[in-house]
């Protein structure tokens, strides 16, 4: 029997998985120079740690969530997005002591498990990268979440990115707005979904991210939670654009901006890269935003926070579509080729040599004629041979070749396992 994938996975084949190192590795050294370091998490919960954020009307918890009852008979949950669980470590193991400088700030990348219909770039498992920094409420640290997100994307190579922004305002204007937004939906609740009927009464904001063609209608004529924020929120969004003016980073102030999960307070945002080429507009490839009371919804004391998640797969397929150039990350500094059953013993001992000094070093395993040891070598880009025949192994020496230049040497063994890198530079680097 063969078999197959599951509906939603995709297999991460050596070519492909190169980029996606070089795309992981390329973020691991931008967060360093941002100060952001890297937290693991499970990558399964309780189920009550995404119920409890992401909220009980949205489309993670109602139909994506991946959540099953273990031999314990423990309610787990697959995680759906990265918050929830560094948010969960960040209570449980105290990060927020005395002995932990504020802002806690902290990077994750991994997998994440949505049950929906499986479409280019969104698949059942999917990837994510992530920050979240904790314990500062202050616009500049917004602005500095924000600005990693652009400098990541440029980092990556892409390009037409557009940063679009909003503010959520804090539990008072919310409060204020969700009630404005329910006497303005309330005469249409019959010609509403029925996701956003369900939705309506327990969190109307939600209805304003609604997939429905009749729903985005009806919300056109909605208010502006712009329109609701109090001074304290109005002052806070101010500052974050006067910030991001003052950092030349253009913005668009989007209104209508909502985020697809309950937690988000104040400033919220989207960095979309024009993806035409994909057949689309601007589609957005980061998002994220404040959320000044999820600490304390999972059991930690009043602690803000905020910072984005940014979809791999998505990624990936902008990168293609946009002709981003990845480095060559696999160059292979030196092929041993061995002629004649006696030199194996030698090839082996020399490429095993080589590794431990820190070159990259193959040979071949499958018992070929030269010929196709050599071709194999030029398929594999290879800097240089070293060839060692019957003949060599009785005077411990080996032919060295550069495959650029074609220039070949005569050279002792002892001085290409001693030092390679010497036999290199005097005899190639003219």
């Known amino acids: 029997m063969r078999y197959q994938r599951p509906k939603g996975t995709a297999d991460i084949l050596p070519e492909e998985a190169k980029r996606w190192t070089y795309v992981e590795e390329t973020a691991r050294m931008l967060f360093n120079n941002y100060r952001y370091q890297e937290i693991r998490t499970p990558m399964f919960e309780n189920f009550d740690v995404f119920s409890r954020t992401s ?8 139909k994506e969530m991946y959540d099953f009852k273990d031999k314990g008979d423990r309610h787990i949950s697959l995680r759906p997005e990265g918050t929830a669980g560094v948010v969960r470590a960040f209570v449980e193991n105290k990060l927020y002591g005395p002995e932990h400088p504020r802002p806690v700030k902290v990077f994750y990348m991994g997998s994440m498990f949505r049950y929906e219909r499986p479409q280019s770039g969104r698949q059942r498992e999917f990837h994510q990268i992530g920050v979240e920094a904790f314990g500062s409420d202050e ?22 990115i557009r940063l679009e922004i ?26 509403l979904s029925e996701d956003s009927q369900v939705r309506l009464h327990k969190n109307p904001l939600r209805v304003l991210d609604s997939k429905d063609k009749r729903d985005q209608e009806i919300v056109k004529g909605a208010p502006s939670i712009l329109d609701y924020l109090n001074e304290e929120s ?19 102030v989007d209104p209508d901006m909502v985020r697809g999960l309950d937690y988000y307070t104040h400033t ?37 926070g905020i910072g984005f998640g940014l979809g791999m797969e998505r990624l990936m397929l902008l990168l293609e579509a946009q002709d981003v150039e990845f480095p060559v990350l696999d160059q292979l ?18 490429v095993q040599a080589l590794r431990e000094n ?64 010497e036999v290199i530079t005097s005899n190639f680097n003219d």
Request: with cysteine; net charge negative; aromatic share 8%.
């Open 55 to 62: 909220g009980d009307t949205s489309d993670v918890v109602t």
């Open 268 to 304: 919220i945002f989207e960095i979309m890269v024009d993806s035409k080429a994909l057949g689309e507009g601007y589609t957005t490839i980061c998002a994220g935003g404040r959320y000044n009371g999820l600490v304390e919804q999972l059991g930690g004391p009043e602690m803000p």
């Open 234 to 252: 109005k002052q806070h969004f101010n500052r974050v654009k006067q910030l991001l003016d003052t950092l030349k980073i253009p913005y668009v």
């Open 358 to 421: 820190d070159f990259t070093a193959d040979r071949d395993y499958l018992d070929r004629k030269p010929k196709a040891q050599f071709k194999t070598a030029n398929k594999l880009n290879a800097q240089y041979t070293i060839t060692i025949g019957e003949s060599e192994l009785a005077s411990h020496t080996a032919n060295v070749k550069s495959m650029a230049s074609g220039k070949e040497i005569n050279v002792p063994v002892d001085e290409i396992v001693k030092d390679f890198d």
């Open 166 to 191: 909003n503010s959520l305002g804090d539990t008072a204007s919310r409060e204020a707005y969700r009630q404005a937004l329910i006497n303005y939906l309330d005469p249409h609740f019959d010609e």
């Open 333 to 350: 500094d030196a092929y041993v080729v061995g002629i004649g059953e006696k030199t194996s013993v030698e090839t082996l001992k020399i």
């Open 139 to 160: 616009p500049e640290l917004d602005v500095e979440v924000i600005a990693l997100g652009m400098d990541l994307l440029r980092h990556f190579g892409l390009k037409d």
